[in-house]
């Protein structure tokens, strides 16, 4: 006959032995895995967000050369509005000094009635003479006061102006820190991601070069010979532009030794005798508008990319162009077409 006894339960003690032994277990595992090295990250996720973030510095770094050179413009026009004043005030004050004189000298000549002066004068010729001096000195005081108003309606216009270019320098000072400060914000950022690469793969990334260390974009140096010539002062701007080439991108700087994408072009033009605006932005509106098929470009003309054109690199011919990339890499040659032409403007 069958049992039907029931199975045995385990006792109460040793289902706590197991739940502990279990425990302890996955609180090994857990610091096991806490102690183990960490998951190489994705070099192609650090590369979009590292290149992402350099050309939002660029674009701060754009900012920043704007702000600069409007603040470097109202540094030297305060300069010359304090110099009027300072002069204009010097001008007040020989005035006053003048008007001054004259009013003593009339009161002094002044306290006896004119008739009166004449009836007792013992030589009434004399003191007609000194009559008409004395009408001349009258005229002069009220020359004298009509300068000295116009001088003082001057000095207070040139100080109100004078304030106005200190109130203005203000503002733009502050948006040259801000900027400052956003480049080296997004500098940061980079760099912390980039940290978690190897230095190989870090290298790549700045570089624009792969892991074996092969160009990803044309950056061998050209040699000038091998391009079409160019025409006037721009075969001077993109000879210039070449012979920086391995020199380190540095954001602000326009040269001799370190350049960035602006700073470039201002560089090598002002080499052809071509003054150039500052910025990228500037730049695309100078000269003269050949679109933005760069097939229509000419060695020398500016080729503005992005939408908000906050880059800018110098056509070469043969499909090149020589532009300062970013931060971490050095004055080359890249294909016209590798980013998104905004317009080619020709100098």
């Not at 010359?80 to 204009?88: K, M, T, W, Y």
Request: aromatic share 4%.
């Amino acid at each position: 006959m069958a049992s039907h006894r029931r199975p045995k339960q385990p006792s109460r003690a040793r289902v706590a032995v197991l739940t502990g032994a279990a425990a302890t277990a996955v609180a090994l595992t857990a610091q096991v895995a806490a102690h183990a090295a960490p998951a190489q990250p994705n070099k192609d996720e650090v590369k979009a967000q590292v290149d992402k973030l350099l050309e939002e510095q660029e674009q701060a770094a754009e900012k920043y050369n704007g702000a600069k050179e409007r603040a470097d413009q109202l540094h030297k026009q305060a300069d010359q509005l304090q110099d009027q004043v300072a002069r204009g005030q010097a001008q007040l004050t020989e005035l006053a000094a003048g008007l001054s004189a004259v009013a003593a000298d009339e009161y002094r000549q002044g306290g006896v009635d004119a008739s009166m002066q004449l009836m007792l004068s013992s030589d009434p010729d004399a003191y007609l003479a000194r009559a008409s001096s004395l009408e001349q000195a009258a005229g002069t005081q009220a020359d004298t006061l009509r300068a000295l108003k116009e001088q003082q309606r001057r000095l207070d216009q040139q100080k109100q102006e004078a304030a106005a270019v200190l109130a203005e320098l203000d503002r733009s000072t502050q948006t040259l820190n801000d900027a400052k400060n956003d480049v080296q914000h997004k500098l940061q950022e980079a760099q912390t991601q980039l940290n978690k690469l190897s230095v190989a793969d870090r290298n790549a990334i700045l570089r624009g070069t792969d892991a074996g260390g092969t160009a990803s974009r044309s950056s061998a140096r050209v040699d000038p010979s091998t391009l079409p010539a160019a025409a006037g002062y721009a075969a001077t701007a993109v000879r210039v532009a070449l012979d920086q080439q391995g020199d380190p991108y540095k954001w602000g700087s326009g040269g001799p030794d370190t350049f960035d994408c602006s700073g470039l072009m201002v560089y090598a033009y002002a080499k052809a005798g071509v003054s150039l605006p500052r910025t990228s932005q500037e730049q695309a509106t100078v000269g003269t508008s050949v679109g933005s098929d760069w097939h229509n470009a000419q060695p020398g003309d500016l080729v503005i990319y992005f939408g908000d054109r906050h880059h800018v690199g110098m056509y070469i011919g043969n499909g090149l162009v020589v532009h300062a990339p970013h931060t971490g890499d050095v004055v080359k040659t890249m294909k016209v077409d590798t980013l998104p032409i905004s317009t080619i403007r020709r100098m």
